[in-house]
């Protein structure tokens, strides 16, 4: 298909995304698909300011009117869900059943959000002094800055733009420069709902395309009260410090080291579909992608054997056709980075099967692989780092405090698993005593986060938490409020002040 045909109905005028500067290329064979302009960061700054006047007349607009706004955002989604997804697709390389996935998931959250924007309430307290009361209030926070991974192009940016719109912020949006196409189309689609709304202010969502100087930029800025930033470990070793040197807010998503335990009583065929889909889906490149596993030694041979022929008949191949499981990796360096780490795990003593380059014929740009399955005598150094890759280290345990052990023992704490029908496994991973992860599922998989729940993780995966629960606190400032309807002007713990 010709990327006009896609970017026409999405309402991006597809002569000014072949004039710019930034190549993008389709994972799938290689092509370049367009070259769009890019940002300076000279025009971050103007971009800033913008918002900033955007967020001063935004919030003072009622919450529940903020909710219409993202109620016309879901509505251009589903309008628009086939041509986004396939979008999707084309510019990150995945199966277009989780290209559309992506975009139900951002109609989700406009759903969820709308909802949010009549119940954005904080608590009334009781007061130690006679005749008070104490409350708090919520009031919209200023302008987000939100930074995306590759991985995710779209999803991301929605969990963070429909909640910080309802909240009454402004957005400045740099989505990754490997995918600068699905986001400039979802600016179109922001601009739509806006011009149906009537009377939005100007610039309340923007998008900036560039490379890291721009993130750099947005996280340098005063005026960028918060900075919402998706990516990998390194990226947010870099960014934090500088969001911190001017007291600014940082929400972190970064990189995950997923493992699932299967204990001795587990369901194997569950575990194997959950196995599957965690480890080879995405091929690799979700942040909830399962990297490691943890099998009783009960159970060892027999899953192993059944997990490699599952992935014999995983189907590799274009994401555009309609039986393919595993897509390519996104670029070289993916391809790289995968080999580089096979290569270690052998020397640390792993066998590893799979792993080899496909493809190369039909596309010789573009990087298909076999995923690699790989069992290693211990977790060593190269178990306890994430590669972008479909990778799966397997491990044996003896008992289940080994289990949870291996579980918890790598730097990163974003989501895991464990496959059992004993109810004590079961409880005691998701306790205090178990998981230390952000997420802790039984009996389901790593990856395939629903709206509705907390997202986000643990120790190097930054602490962050977006989309569900109660995330939409992080878009907003809390004041306390004490009120005194007394004749007299007590003070709290008894202190007397003079006469
Ligand atoms: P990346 O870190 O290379 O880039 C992510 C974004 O950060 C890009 O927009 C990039 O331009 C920007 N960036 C990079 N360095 C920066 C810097 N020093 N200052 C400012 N901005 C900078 O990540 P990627 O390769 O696009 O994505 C894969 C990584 O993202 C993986 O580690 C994955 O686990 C992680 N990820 C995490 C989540 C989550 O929710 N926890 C979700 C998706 C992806």
């Keep these: 298909m010709n990327i006009d045909d896609l970017l026409t109905p999405l309402g991006l005028d597809a002569r000014n995304q072949q004039a710019g500067t930034l190549a993008v290329c389709s994972p799938i064979d290689g092509a370049e698909i367009a070259r769009v302009p890019e940002c300076t960061t000279q025009d971050a700054h103007l971009a800033i300011d913008a918002a900033q006047e955007a967020f001063m007349a935004w919030r003072t607009v009622p919450a529940p009117r903020r909710g219409e706004l993202v109620r016309l955002l879901g509505d251009e989604l589903r309008a628009n869900k086939q041509a986004l997804g396939r979008l999707v697709s084309m ?54 800055g939100v930074i995306s991974a590759f991985n995710f192009p779209v999803a991301v940016w929605s969990w963070n733009t429909a909640l910080a719109i309802v909240c009454g912020d402004a957005v400045v949006w740099k989505p990754s420069e490997k995918t600068p196409l699905t986001a400039l189309a979802c600016q179109a689609l922001f601009d739509r709902a806006a011009a149906k709304f009537g009377n939005a202010p100007a610039k309340l969502s923007q998008v900036l395309i560039g490379g890291r100087e721009i993130g750099q930029a947005l996280a340098a800025h005063h005026r960028v009260a918060l900075v919402s930033a998706t990516g990998s470990t390194r990226m947010g070793r870099e960014l934090s410090p500088i969001v911190a040197a001017r007291f600014g807010r940082c929400l972190l998503e970064l990189g995950g080291n997923n493992a699932i335990i299967v204990g001795p009583t587990a369901d194997l065929d569950m575990a194997l579909r959950g196995i599957l889909f965690g480890a080879v889906g995405t091929a690799g490149q979700r942040c909830t992608s399962t990297r490691r596993l943890i099998v009783h030694e009960s159970v060892a041979d027999e899953l192993v054997a059944r997990l490699k022929q599952a992935y014999d008949s995983a189907r590799i191949g274009s994401p555009l056709e309609p039986d393919t499981l595993v897509g390519p990796l996104i670029d070289r360096a993916a391809y790289d980075g995968m080999q580089r780490a096979l290569e270690s795990a052998r020397r640390q003593g792993g066998k590893a099967t799979g792993g080899e380059r496909r493809l190369a014929d039909e596309y010789p740009q573009a990087w ?132």
């Excluded at 409350?135 to 302008?143: A, D």
């Excluded at 009120?483 to 007397?496: C, F, K, V």
Aim: hydrophobic share 40%; aromatic share 8%; net charge negative.
């Design 368 to 499: 298909y692989v076999e995923p690699a399955l790989v069992e290693m005598p211990a977790q060593t150094e190269v178990v306890l780092q994430e590669t972008f890759a479909p990778i799966l280290y397997v491990m044996r345990y003896k008992t289940f405090d080994e289990a949870v052990d291996m579980q918890n023992g790598v730097p990163q704490g974003l989501s895991s698993a464990i496959f059992t029908n004993d109810l004590r496994e079961a409880e005691q991973f998701m306790s205090v005593t178990g998981s230390d992860c952000g997420i802790a599922n039984v009996n389901i998989g790593t990856s395939g986060a629903e709206i509705g729940g907390a997202f986000g993780g643990e120790k190097e995966t930054g602490g962050g938490r977006e989309s569900g629960s109660d995330a939409w606190k992080a878009y907003m400032r809390r004041a306390t409020n004490t009120i005194n309807y007394s004749r007299e002007l007590p003070l709290a713990q008894g202190i007397t002040f003079g006469s």
């Design 91 to 144: 510019e990150a390389g995945k199966i277009l059943a989780e290209g559309t996935g992506e975009v139900q998931e951002m109609i989700d959250i406009c759903d969820f959000a709308v909802g949010l924007s009549r119940q954005l309430y904080g608590l009334t307290i009781a007061s130690e002094r006679p005749g008070h009361r104490m409350m708090e209030t919520w009031h919209p926070l200023g302008v987000v």
